[in-house]
C-alpha cells in the first residue's frame, strides 16, 4: 500500500470513528444537551466578523491529524454543485486529501456557509429537484445524495438556523464545529 493510500485509509477510519464516537453517549449518561458543544469542538472564533475557513470548521485536534497524516486542503467557495452557478458567499468548502496521491479514494469533503431562511428555503427546493433525499436528524434538515455508490460514502448537505453544512461522507457532519 502506498503512503498515500494509507494515510486515506487511516483518514477515513479516523474520521468514521470520531463521526459515531459523537453521536453514541456513553453507558449509563443522561442524554446530551443538543445546545452543548461537542467533544472536541473549536472555540467560536474571537473575531465574531470573521470567516469560515478549512482549518477553523473542524476541531484544532481534527486538523493537526490531518496535517499529521499529510493531508491537505483544498479550499473553495460553497457550492451546491458548480461553483460558478450555486456559490453561497461567505461559505468555505473543503477538499482534504494527499496532494501527491491521484484518486479520490479516502478524499474527505467538509464545508460550512451563512444561509439565511430564505436562501435555505431555494437551497433545500434545488436538491430536492435534483433527486436528494431529505431526513429530520438532530434539529437538521439532511439531503443525501441518492446516486453514491456506496451509500456510506453519500455527500450531505445540512441546513440549521442561519447555516448550512456539507461532508462526505454523510457521517462527517458531525465534525464540523463552526459556529
Known amino acids: 500500500m502506498t503512503p498515500g493510500r494509507r494515510a486515506a485509509a487511516v483518514l477515513l477510519a479516523v474520521t468514521a470513528m470520531l463521526g459515531l464516537a459523537s453521536c453514541a453517549p456513553e453507558p449509563g449518561t443522561a442524554p446530551a444537551d443538543p445546545s452543548a458543544p461537542t467533544a472536541g469542538a473549536s472555540a467560536p472564533p474571537a473575531d465574531p466578523n470573521a470567516e469560515p475557513t478549512c482549518e477553523t470548521i ?9 496535517k499529521g497524516y499529510g493531508l491537505e486542503a483544498i479550499e473553495e467557495p ?8 450555486t456559490s453561497i458567499e461567505g461559505g468555505v468548502m473543503c477538499t482534504w486529501g494527499a496532494p501527491d496521491v491521484a484518486t479520490d479514494h479516502g478524499v474527505q469533503i467538509f464545508g460550512w456557509a451563512p444561509l439565511d431562511a430564505a436562501g435555505a428555503e431555494k437551497w433545500q427546493a434545488f436538491l430536492t429537484e435534483q433527486g436528494w433525499t431529505r431526513s429530520d436528524e438532530g434539529g437538521l434538515a439532511v439531503y443525501t445524495e441518492p446516486f453514491a455508490p456506496v451509500p456510506e460514502d453519500a455527500m450531505a448537505y445540512a441546513f440549521g438556523d442561519g447555516f448550512v453544512k456539507v461532508a462526505a461522507p454523510k457521517q462527517n457532519l458531525a465534525v464540523i464545529t463552526w459556529p
Open 58 to 66: 473542524l476541531s484544532e485536534s481534527l486538523v493537526a491529524e490531518f
Open 78 to 85: 460553497f457550492s451546491f454543485g458548480d461553483p460558478a452557478t
